[in-house]
Structures are given as structure tokens and as C-alpha cells.
């Protein structure tokens, strides 16, 4: 029997989880974000970068990554 697969990283499983904001930065026209989370326990930050595009569907698109 194959091991479940992990579920991505997302930011409300980040909050959940108990990590907390690091820092963030927004681009000059408003449609991306990037938000750093960090947890007390961890020796890596998680970066999430925020997409918000009205031509796409979702309209939001979220990437979260461990930075090691």
C-alpha cells in the first residue's frame, strides 16, 4: 500500500499549523504578493508568492515553498 501523498503547503495550512508572518511585500500594481513565514520550531522560513489575475481561473493562484 502506497504512503498517502503530502498535501501542498498552503497559507491557511501554514496559519494552522502555527507558523507565523515573517514579513511581506506587495508589487507596485497590486496583483502579487510575496509572504515569508516562519515557526519557532523550524531552522527553514516557507516563502508563498500570491498571484491575482482576472484573465485566469482561479483568479488566485498560490505558490508556497520551504526556503532552506
Known amino acids: 500500500m502506497a ?14 499549523d502555527g507558523w507565523e508572518i515573517a514579513g511581506y511585500t506587495g508589487t507596485f500594481d497590486n496583483r502579487s504578493s ?8 523550524r531552522s527553514h522560513l516557507v ?3 500570491v498571484l491575482y489575475d482576472v484573465t485566469r481561473n482561479p ?3 498560490t505558490n508556497c515553498y520551504e526556503l532552506h
Open 3 to 16: 504512503a498517502a501523498a503530502e498535501q501542498p503547503l498552503s497559507i491557511e495550512r501554514l496559519r494552522a
Open 34 to 41: 510575496l509572504i515569508l513565514f516562519r515557526k519557532q520550531d
Open 59 to 61: 483568479r488566485v493562484v
Open 47 to 49: 516563502q508563498c508568492s
